[in-house]
């Protein structure tokens, strides 16, 4: 293993340990930093990260933003359109998508591959407890993100990924 590939994976866990502390307003915080707008935020069934295994190879992360109780439902769509500005403004590029869904890509400085789809929930809410029910539509206020990160170069992200999970 090269010194550079030992530094990156250094740098990783450093900074798994550090993001595992405390949420500064960013989604994926050292992954894929995505900046959290000011009408959603982590709350309810969204406070947590969930990671996976990609079969072919790499792992995924989701989770979800949830908008304000003070803003009004209208917002929500608006929302979802801000983070799609946002996603531009970062260098993510659209891939495909309609409404309610939009897919982006993304390749960092060490050649990771980083896939992100972003979903307008409005019929079910994530990991929220208790369930609402699917008639109460004020509630599921949700926009889901799910990144998936492919092949070696996106390796030295799992110690940080295993950190967010582990939150």
Known sequence: MSFKRLAIIAASLLAAASSAQADDGTIFEGIADIPRISTTGPVDGCSTVTKGLINNGGFLLFTCEKLLPYHPISAHAASFANYQSV?????????GGDKKNAKYVRTDSTGCETQLEMT???DRSMNEFPARPASDRNAHRQIVFKAKFFGVACDHYYPLAQAMASR
Request: charged fraction near 25%; aromatic fraction near 16%.
């Open 87 to 95: 996603l531009r403004q970062n260098g993510w590029t659209r891939k």
């Open 120 to 122: 307008l929930w409005t």
